[in-house]
Nanobody
Framework: QVQLVESGGGSVQAGGSLRLSCAAS????????MGWFRQAPGKEREGVAA???????RYADSVKGRFTISKGDYKNILYLQMSSLKPEDTAMYYC???????????????WGQGTQVTVSS
């Protein structure tokens, strides 16, 4: 069984940066994607970024050039470095594991509880 715990969320002004972390316990299969998703109030959950064990990384168009997904030295840590944050990035951010479609939420088997990111203008 895989468990995911996110951390690093908070409040920041527009233009600022945050780094989210996701600590995973249990077996993580590197042939599948690990990813970050977000959900704002009243909106559907959307894929932000995802990466596989071979380094194949995918990003939503809305965050390309601003966000970077990476894995720690040990494959059970996942990061999301967020820069040039905008108010529209405000959402609950979730870590997910074992997905076959990088930004497709329905393809993921495991989810964390989420960490809130709030960007003020």
């Amino acid at each position: 069984q895989v468990q995911l715990v996110e951390s690093g969320g908070g409040s920041v002004q527009a233009g600022g940066s945050l780094r989210l972390s996701c600590a995973a316990s249990g077996y993580i299969d590197g042939t599948y994607y690990m990813g970050w998703f977000r959900q704002a109030p009243g909106k559907e959950r959307e894929g932000v970024a995802a990466v596989k064990g071979d380094g194949d990384a995918r990003y939503a168009d809305s965050v390309k050039g601003r966000f970077t997904i990476s894995k720690g030295d040990y494959k059970n840590i996942l990061y999301l470095q967020m820069s040039s944050l905008k108010p529209e990035d405000t959402a609950m951010y979730y870590c997910a594991a074992q997905g076959w479609s990088p930004l497709g939420a329905n393809s993921y088997s495991y989810w964390g509880q989420g960490t809130q990111v709030t960007v003020s203008s």
